[in-house]
């Protein structure tokens, strides 16, 4: 019994395939606006800049500059992945109101 449990400790996790980050054409942007919209087939996430801090105007001008369209399937897994790193982010910094 023994041998076995060794041989379950020296086989390696299968972890999946690698990642390999590809960065020669990724851009930052700082947006601090977003609005997100779907379809049956598809979730649109549309991101941008509010520089109009003044409320008491009746229209405020958003300059958007990322529109993010995505599968519904790959939308819920984005969702999982944010709520996880938020959880994270209070433990850390405290919970944001």
Request: charged fraction near 25%; charge should be negative.
């Amino acid at each position: 019994m023994a041998e076995a449990n060794e041989q379950a400790v020296a086989k390696p996790e299968a972890t999946g395939p690698r990642v390999k980050w590809n960065v020669e054409h990724l851009k930052s942007s700082y947006v601090n606006f977003a609005n997100a919209n779907s379809t049956r087939e598809e979730v649109v996430m549309n991101f941008g800049l509010n520089t109009s801090w003044d409320r008491s105007q009746p229209e405020m001008e958003i300059e958007l500059a990322h529109r993010i369209v995505m599968s519904p399937f790959a939308a819920k897994r984005l969702a999982e992945l944010l709520n996880k790193l938020m959880g994270e982010y209070e433990s850390r910094y405290g919970e944001l109101k």
